[in-house]
Nanobody, 125 residues
């Protein structure tokens, strides 16, 4: 059974940090590109970052560049999103998913991608 399980969300104050984790099982994790997405209330889902399976490609959307860092530990079947200098505008449900293509300029999704259930991140004073 394919599973992606996000964790690490919570309530933090502006300027603080969080680290999200995406634990995968049920498929050959090493062969898959992984992306982080977020959806704020009343807004469309947004691609935040992705990391490729083998060739080291990493992408960040402009609004998180310099603040978020994506990484993966294939031995643990886990992708991380380290988020620093958080802003209220980062408040959203964060999802991880497999993505068909991850390049430094963006990503391509597929109808066959796997998705997690999401974790809530709230940035508020």
């Amino acid at each position: 059974q394919v599973q992606l399980v996000e964790s690490g969300g919570g309530l933090v104050q502006p300027g603080e940090s969080l680290r999200l984790s995406c634990a995968a099982s049920g498929f050959t994790f090493d062969d898959y590109n992984i992306g982080w997405f977020r959806q704020a209330p009343g807004k469309d889902r947004e691609g935040v970052s992705c990391i490729s399976s083998h060739d080291g490609n990493i992408y960040y959307t402009n609004s998180v560049k310099g603040r978020f860092t994506i990484s993966r530990d294939n031995a643990k079947n886990t992708v991380y999103l380290q988020m620093a200098s958080l802003k209220p505008t980062d408040t959203a449900v964060y999802y991880c998913a497999t993505v068909k293509i991850c390049q430094t300029t963006g990503w391509t999704s597929s109808e066959y991608d796997y998705w997690g259930q999401g974790t809530q991140v709230t940035v508020s004073s």
